[in-house]
């Protein structure tokens, strides 16, 4: 499941707590009506409500709002047992009643009775509870048949690593894919191998490996008196890639980011990550995305079939230039763009290698011999990218986003630390396009895109957006 969609449903799960909230507050009013001095329905619903009422129930839903995040009903729960989410549910309820039964005793709402209160607490807690039940059985099942996988490497090949490793497998629910262990060479690893473990990474070179596979996840099962410098590295390095830690204690001290802890068939697991900020802005982040996108599609739809025509009567070839390109965690997908160049412009390129004017690992010639002659304007505009709107609808680029970047390109990245710009979602536009584009250095670039990753905020992205226009219009830095 992506993080958009997660979010999503977050935010639906939050609608559905408070409705059911109010729908037992409502039936818990209809089971007392009898003893307060509505003597009928007509009589109990033709009360005047006052502007105090409303805010005071309003403050009501905020307040239970606040309580159900704080004893974290809406974390991740791919770990968690169903019996902690019951207590965390009961005990939430719970204090929710109690901030009611405060609220009735300082306003004096002669409705809410002690009757009222436990009635209230157990049709709430039921429904919660089942809801949550039912949600949990219905993310099993997406899992068990491969749905919302995620890719965990396991770092440790000892029996506690083994004993991880066999949790995960048995639980097909918790959709978690195990790419393999990673540990140095030692007399045990023969052994290890033997029962039809996957040793794929040491731990000398794990930053490689991080940047040349798909790792959701890693989890730590070393022992920490005799490798924890080597785990602490390994904890870095994950920082540095924007890959999340899982480890099976909690020696770690962790200086940024979020660390959660889980409990799995009673091992401890401590969470470590260092993702961008969930939450409301980035909801509105990927639905401006979705909006935008589907917006400018519907609008453009004459201009975009104009320009496809033109890029094939302009020169031999297809009208759009796909291209393999590294994503989000390093997965790969189609981008789409208008073709601007020669056909075999790919294969071109082996030739053009000695050329290249960029530094850093990307490839660029100001004066592009494959370029053609619309490919051009096509550029300088940047009408080019108008197709990857496309991609942003398919869930694998975002309006504001560092740059895909080519395979070829990423495999030339020599520094780790590089890789953490590839744990957010890709975008046609971010810092490095509104100062200078082509004409930044590569080292400048990358520090745009970092700069963008530990700022991010709706504002930045607003801002940039906002800024793009103009850069494009004054054709700054295009090639």
């Known amino acids: 499941m992506t993080n958009f969609r997660r979010q999503i449903l977050i935010k639906i799960f939050m609608l559905f707590d408070l409705g059911i909230l109010a729908f037992s507050y409502v039936v818990a009013a209809v ?52 019996k902690q989410e019951v207590v965390d549910v009961l005990k939430a309820a719970s204090v929710a009643v109690i901030v009611l039964a405060m609220v009735a005793l300082i306003f004096r709402v002669r409705m809410i009775t002690p009757a009222f209160l436990v009635e209230f607490w ?25 749905r919302n996988a995620r890719h965990v490497l396991i770092v440790g090949t000892n029996p506690r690593a083994e004993e ?19 540990d140095e060479e ?24 991080l940047r040349a596979h798909v790792v959701d996840e890693v989890v730590i099962a070393l022992p920490m ?25 909690s020696l770690f001290d962790f200086e940024q980011g979020r660390v959660d802890a889980n409990e799995l068939d009673l091992t401890q697991v401590s969470t470590y990550s260092t993702n961008l900020c969930e939450g409301r802005p980035l909801i509105f982040k990927h639905l401006l995305d ?27 070839g297809p009208a759009f230039f796909v291209q393999e390109r590294v994503g989000r965690n390093k997965r790969k997908f189609r981008m789409y763009k208008f073709r601007t160049m020669a056909a075999d412009a790919e294969k071109v390129q082996l030739d053009l290698e000695k050329l290249n004017e960029a530094d850093g690992p990307v490839f660029k010639i100001k004066e592009d011999p494959r370029i053609t ?63 200078g584009r082509s004409a ?27 800024k793009t226009v103009p850069a494009v219009l004054a054709g700054r830095g295009a090639a």
């Open 164 to 182: 991880f490793a066999r949790t995960i497998a048995g639980r097909p629910e918790l959709g978690y894919k195990l790419i393999g262990f990673a």
């Open 290 to 316: 979705l909006i935008a996108a589907s917006t400018l599609l519907i609008l453009l739809a004459p201009m975009l079939l104009i320009v496809a025509m033109l890029v094939q009567f302009d020169s031999p």
């Open 31 to 82: 089971g007392i009506w009898h003893l307060t001095e509505f003597s009928s329905f007509a009589a109990f619903f033709s009360m005047r409500i006052k502007l105090l009422n409303i805010l005071l129930f309003l403050g009501l839903f905020y307040s239970w709002h606040l309580i159900f995040s704080a004893f974290g009903l809406y974390g991740s729960k791919r770990l968690g047992g169903r």
């Open 373 to 435: 002659r619309l490919g051009k304007y096509l550029r300088k505009a940047s009408i080019d990218e108008l197709p990857q709107l496309l991609n942003i609808l398919k869930g694998e680029m975002s309006l504001v986003g560092p740059r895909p970047l080519p395979i070829r390109d990423y495999q030339g990245f020599d520094q780790a630390w590089l890789s953490r710009r590839f744990s957010v979602r890709p975008g046609i536009t971010c810092l490095w396009q509104v100062n």
């Open 440 to 466: 930044t250095t590569f080292g400048r670039w990358m520090e745009l895109d970092m700069q963008y990753i530990d700022n991010w905020s709706l504002w930045l992205d607003l801002k940039i957006l906002a």
């Open 225 to 249: 008196k005799s490798f924890y410098s080597q785990a602490a590295r390994i904890v870095g390095e994950c920082q540095e890639q924007g890959v999340i830690v899982r480890a099976l204690n």
């Open 122 to 146: 157990a049709i709430a807690s039921v429904n919660l509870i089942l809801c949550r039940l039912l949600m949990r059985e219905f993310l099993a099942l997406l899992r068990t048949h491969g």
């Open 186 to 209: 030692w007399e045990g690893n023969r052994h290890f191998e033997k029962n039809g473990k996957s040793i794929v990474a040491g731990l000398d070179h794990f930053s490689d490996f």
